[in-house]
């Protein structure tokens, strides 16, 4: 089924991912080398999972993480084997616990917590570092086996980084989640591999539906095209030859062609002025650019954002005119408002908040008894 064919009324299967990653496209792995594929799928699991339940907790178990992305369970806490026969001080271990985070989930769970993502970006010929915490806060809940104690499930709840979450309702792109997490291999690297070629392939498409709109140009199919190097460096191979990087992007790429259900495209090998064809060109139907497109959702989402600064503003200066909030809008700062947004404090102001802004921009009632993102239409 092709996008054109599936029903736009709802754009559940959309979700937001933090530009980030995709502007500088191997900065997980680069970080975290091999822990890299299961905290991508950590920032992308927890983000959409934080965009359906805007103003509660995000909590998930083990099962549930290996059921969403199709990781083997037992391969994710089998203990790594840097951590086999080390002394204790060598362990992962959290101060006042003597739990051991020595398998693959949990230990990326580990660095996401204690270690920053530095990332680079070029803005106006400029080039600007930023380093990213990725989880601020986690709670983790153990239940006992039996009178030994083992632990034997544990239920992790995360709190994102105020900058991720930021992104999430500000610089962000759209992934068809099920396009995602439907890319699988028995090897951990190769599906983390596939799944960062997707992640930017969300910025490829914005790109081009950026370029549509501006040049109006209809119906037309948009390129874009890139190196083969750079294509290797997203899906974190290493090849000497040029003809060894040239058939692992072929299978890579066919495999991707045929695989991908909701996010259709063509690639061939190209010259681009060169003598040999070194540099690979991507084509997305015009079915597909329209399609990752959330219209409304996003006109709902910025004007709720927008609302809940004058509340957020009024809090603390309840006799503010309207020019008054917003002039003090302009001198917010993002990371308080961040985590003033996503709190669940004032959780039933914020949702008749959600509600109003929802009557005025479908000019109709909200009808759903849960407030979710995940509920808003793409169109009236």
């Given at each position: ?237 290493n090849f000497s030859q040029p003809n060894d990087k040239k058939k692992h992007i072929k299978k890579t790429l066919n495999y991707l062609e045929k695989n991908l259900k909701n996010t259709p495209f063509f690639w061939q090998f ?111």
């Amino acid at each position: 089924m092709t996008p054109k064919e599936k029903n736009t009324d709802m754009t559940n299967e959309l979700s937001r991912i933090p530009q980030s990653f995709t502007f500088d496209s191997n900065a997980i792995d680069r970080k975290f080398t091999s822990e890299a594929p299961i905290i991508r799928d950590i920032i992308v699991y927890v983000a959409r999972m934080k965009m359906r339940n805007i103003w509660g907790e995000v909590s998930f178990t083990i099962d549930d993480f290996c059921n969403e992305f199709g990781h083997n369970r037992s391969n994710l806490q089998r203990t790594l084997k840097q951590f086999e026969n080390v002394p204790n001080s060598m362990l992962p271990t959290i101060p006042g616990d003597t739990h051991t985070w020595d398998g693959l989930f949990e230990y990326a769970l580990y660095r996401a917590l204690n270690e920053n993502i530095v990332i680079s970006r070029k803005r106006g010929g400029v080039e600007e570092i930023e380093s990213y915490q990725i989880i601020e806060k986690l709670y983790v809940n153990y239940k006992n086996k039996g009178a030994s104690g083992k632990r034997e499930r544990r239920t992790y709840t995360l709190k994102m980084a105020n900058k991720l979450l930021e992104n999430l309702i500000g610089e962000y792109f759209l992934i068809d989640y099920e396009d995602y997490r439907s890319l699988s291999s028995t090897q951990i690297s190769s599906v983390g591999g596939y799944r960062n070629f997707y992640l930017y392939m969300s910025r490829m498409i914005a790109t081009s539906r950026y370029k549509n709109e501006k040049q109006q140009n209809g119906n037309t199919d948009f390129t874009y095209i890139i190196s083969v190097d750079e294509l290797c460096n997203i899906l974190n191979v290493n090849f000497s030859q040029p003809n060894d990087k040239k058939k692992h992007i072929k299978k890579t790429l066919n495999y991707l062609e045929k695989n991908l259900k909701n996010t259709p495209f063509f690639w061939q090998f190209v010259k681009q002025g060169k003598s040999y064809a070194y540099y690979v060109s991507f084509t997305f139907p015009h079915t597909t650019i329209t399609f990752f497109n959330e219209k409304l959702k996003a006109v709902f989402i910025n004007k709720l954002k927008e609302s809940l600064k004058a509340d957020y503003i009024k809090k603390d200066n309840p006799k503010f005119s309207s020019y008054e909030i917003y002039k003090a809008s302009n001198d917010i700062v993002k990371d308080d408002f961040t985590e003033w947004f996503f709190n669940p404090e004032n959780r039933e102001s914020k949702e008749n908040c959600f509600r109003k802004v929802y009557q005025q921009v479908y000019q109709m009632e909200y009808e759903h008894d849960i407030v979710s993102f995940d509920n808003l239409k793409l169109e009236k």
